[in-house]
């Protein structure tokens, strides 16, 4: 008899086990997301990769000493702010998250985009690390992060500096919240009584200074050496006072590096062809993506690609050529002619804002190829998660999305970044649920306690209601024992399919392919050029 029960609670008793087993996986995932560690992402715009070495930064060195350093970051095409920004926290490339420069034309939603836009229409191309944070239940909070003002995904984020007296970080001086007053009310989220476990902050600096005076100026040393204290110093001094300096996961880094030229170098593009004939989707002095007038294509690319074959200063691609490592081809609000300058040379065209073109004067500019190391930006970071004195490999932007995902214990969204490129930054690889509990705050640990006794209830439901299921099974099986035997073996085994075949699981279900670029685009869309306002 208890060989037969064994064998009707194999059959049977499988599927129950197999729901069972998949609602304890189910718990095991919300548990695991209960994490205990904290974030806290850094931008400091235009901080190439080697600046730490042109001034005295004792507290970036800090950092880099008690944590890890990477000798440079490759970022994304095109080297600026806004497409660079939104790839750290999305860890997409700019022709898959859709923001692809920091001023851009949209042919469907005839309109320009800019750097203080606010609609969700143009952002929801992504996820940012903050909403990928608060889907999971935690709390996220942006200071002046572009996007911090944006309902991306439906999601606001849970702290931010929007509604504030200052409202953009673009903003003129006298307009923008005073970075010691940032790291104030990052502090003050932090030691709420439901911190986030994620904090982005944007800081200007030192781009400005980078581009008015060039990466290698008496003026960019005294800038950096300057903002290591003010902010970076500001910042540790802060998170000391409050006891949290060991407990959070600091990571700063920056968009994209600075290239020196002088203003003497540029080529005139209205000299090669009618500017007339084109518009403009985006670019800046070191890249354009223009769209030519209907009739005018072969026009606008011959000029410009002789006199790129003639001057050897800049590249020009129709966009189906544009080399596969920038990515940048995949999104309507690419024009269909591509163009990128040389290192050192600049574009000037009536269709550019003028600027200051006094000849002689050494200046810094970035948007160039980002196969130029002189665009990437730096990388150091510290806490509970990370090694200490740890130098690591150069590695990729679209990296650092999934790396931060993996310390909060959040299943990512789709993304281009690799895990595998980063996980050697860390402590402990499985240091998403393995979090350090001990140096957890009071506070979080009250917040993760509610998600923890959700994740076991349900995880005592799961096994109430496998308990029933045995319980109805036996009393099915002894209701059977006392039917006439009619049915042979192999019948019997027909009632059921074999166990290894109910509920199976083929493994690539599971598997979450990060290599892949999710795509926004719309190729099939007529452009009606000569409507086009820019
Ligand atoms: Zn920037």
Not at 101 to 115: G, H, I, L, Q, Y
Not at 145 to 161: E, K, M, N
Not at 307 to 333: C, G, M, W
Not at 448 to 460: D, H, R, S, T
């Amino acid at each position: 008899m208890w060989t037969r029960f064994g064998r009707v609670l194999q059959l049977h008793g499988c599927k129950m086990l197999g729901f069972a087993f998949i609602a304890f996986l189910g718990c095991v995932e919300f548990v695991s997301a209960a994490s205990n560690s904290t974030v806290i992402l850094i931008c400091l715009d235009g901080f190439r990769w080697d600046y730490m070495g042109k001034a005295d930064t004792p507290n970036l060195d800090f950092i880099a000493k008690t944590g890890v350093h990477a000798p440079y970051v490759k970022n994304v095409f095109p080297t600026v702010t806004m497409p660079n920004l939104y790839t750290i926290v999305t860890g997409l490339y700019p022709e898959s998250h859709g923001i692809i420069a920091n001023e851009m034309f949209d042919p469907v939603f005839r309109a320009t985009f800019n750097s203080s836009n606010t609609e969700t229409r143009w952002w929801d191309g992504g996820e940012p690390v903050w909403v990928t944070n608060q889907k999971h239940g935690f709390k996220s909070g942006t200071s002046f992060w572009p996007g911090f003002d944006v309902a991306i995904r439906g999601y606001f984020p849970s702290f931010s500096t929007n509604g504030t007296e200052y409202s953009k970080p673009f903003a003129s001086k006298a307009s923008r919240m005073p970075v010691k007053e940032r790291i104030d009310t990052v502090i003050k989220w932090l030691t709420t009584d439901e911190p986030p476990t994620f904090v982005a902050i944007y800081f200007l600096q030192p781009y400005t200074v980078g581009h008015e005076y060039g990466p290698d100026s008496s003026e960019i040393e005294a800038a950096i050496k300057h903002f290591d204290k003010n902010i970076t110093g500001y910042l540790l001094d802060q998170l000391r006072r409050v006891e949290l300096l060991d407990e959070v996961n600091v990571i700063v880094t920056a968009d994209h590096g600075m290239a020196a030229y002088n203003t003497s170098n540029f080529i005139n593009f209205d000299g090669i062809v009618n500017a007339s004939t084109y518009e403009v989707f985006a670019g800046n002095k070191a890249f354009f993506t223009i769209q030519p007038h209907p009739g005018n294509e072969s026009y606008v690319y011959d000029s410009l690609k002789e006199a790129a074959r003639k001057t050897e200063l800049f590249e020009v691609y129709k966009k189906k050529d544009v080399p596969h490592d920038l990515h940048f081809k995949n999104n309507r609000r690419i024009g269909s002619i591509v163009g990128l300058l040389k290192e050192g040379w600049y574009r000037r065209s009536s269709k550019l804002p003028e600027g200051n073109y006094s000849y002689g004067i050494i200046r810094g500019e970035h948007g160039y190829s980002n196969t130029i190391k002189d665009m990437y930006p730096f990388f150091i970071a510290r806490g509970p998660a990370f090694k200490q004195n740890f130098t690591t490999q150069p590695f990729e932007i679209i990296d650092i999305y999934p790396l931060i995902c993996h310390i909060l214990g959040i299943e990512p969204a789709p993304n281009n970044g690799s895990l595998a490129r980063v996980e050697g930054l860390l402590k402990d690889k499985t240091a998403s649920t393995n979090a350090p509990t001990v140096n957890t705050t009071k506070k979080q640990r009250s917040g993760n306690k509610i998600v923890k006794i959700v994740g076991f209830a349900i995880l005592g439901f799961a096994g109430l209601v496998s308990l029933v299921a045995s319980i109805l099974l036996i009393i099915r099986w002894c209701k059977r024992q006392n039917r006439p035997k009619k049915l042979t073996r192999e019948n019997e085994e027909d009632d059921d399919p074999p166990a290894n075949t109910v509920n199976a699981y083929h493994a690539d279900d599971l598997v979450v392919n990060q290599e892949e670029p999710v795509e926004n685009n719309d190729e099939t869309v007529a452009l009606r050029c000569q409507e086009i306002e820019v």
